[in-house]
Each structure stands twice: as structure tokens, then as C-alpha cells.
């Protein structure tokens, strides 16, 4: 699996920004898709994760404000990031794994796409 994440930019607090991971491979739709990020001068840490069934899971800092999503049909993977603080200023990546029971942490993740950087001024 190939994945590309995209959709990053300058936003001001309170606003929205959708991130968007391209996906490759016959087996995309079998994949857990995850997002992670990493702001300057921190670890890399979970944000979200979408399994194969489409059930979900959120880091406590953006539940209620993030939503993965994904269309297998087009193999892709969205972040939909409203209500956006500056703490969520980072380098976002996409993630895939076939089975990733542990998604929080990072080591369950064998794929990743390039970082986008997402900017929130205050």
C-alpha cells in the first residue's frame, strides 16, 4: 500500500481544514487507515483511526472536532478538522496496516504517507 496525504495549509482558530490520504493497492479496503501527528519539537502521536468496517476511534484532544472517513471505492481516507485550535498545529500523516490492533501507537503501522503540514494561527 501507497498512501500520499494532501489538503494541509494556514487556517485561523475556529476553522476548518479537510485532510485527504490517496490510498494504492488491491487491499485498501481491508486496511485500518489511521491519521497521526507531529507537532514541532514533539513525538509523532495518534488522532484518529478507521477500521476495515468503518467503526472509529479518536484521541481524547480531537473527539468532537475531527471525523475520519473513508470511500474504499475510491480508495481514499479523509480528516475532516472543524473547530481548529492552535495546539493542532503539525505535520499530519496517514497510515495503513492490515490489522492494527494497537492502533494508538505507532509501531502498529507498517505504511505511511509523506507529512502534511497543517498551521493554525490564533
Known amino acids: 500500500v501507497q498512501l500520499q496525504a494532501s489538503g494541509g495549509g494556514l487556517v485561523q482558530a475556529g476553522g476548518s481544514l479537510r485532510l485527504s490520504c490517496a490510498g494504492s493497492?488491491?487491499?485498501?479496503?481491508?486496511?485500518?487507515m489511521g491519521w497521526f501527528r507531529q507537532a514541532p519539537g514533539k513525538g509523532r502521536e495518534f488522532v484518529a483511526h478507521?477500521?476495515?468496517?468503518?467503526?472509529?476511534n479518536y484521541a481524547d484532544s480531537v473527539k468532537g472536532r475531527f471525523t475520519i472517513s473513508r470511500d474504499n471505492a475510491k480508495k481514499m481516507v479523509y480528516l475532516q478538522m472543524d473547530n481548529l485550535k492552535p495546539e493542532d498545529t503539525a505535520v499530519y500523516y496517514c497510515?495503513?496496516?492490515?490489522?492494527?490492533?494497537?492502533?494508538?501507537?505507532?509501531?502498529?503501522?507498517?505504511?505511511w504517507g509523506q507529512g502534511t503540514l497543517v498551521t493554525v494561527s490564533s
Open positions: 497510515a495503513g496496516q492490515s490489522s492494527a490492533t494497537h492502533f494508538q501507537d505507532q509501531s502498529a503501522w507498517g505504511y
Open positions: 493497492g488491491h487491499s485498501f479496503r481491508s486496511y485500518s
Open positions: 478507521i477500521h476495515w468496517s468503518g467503526s472509529t
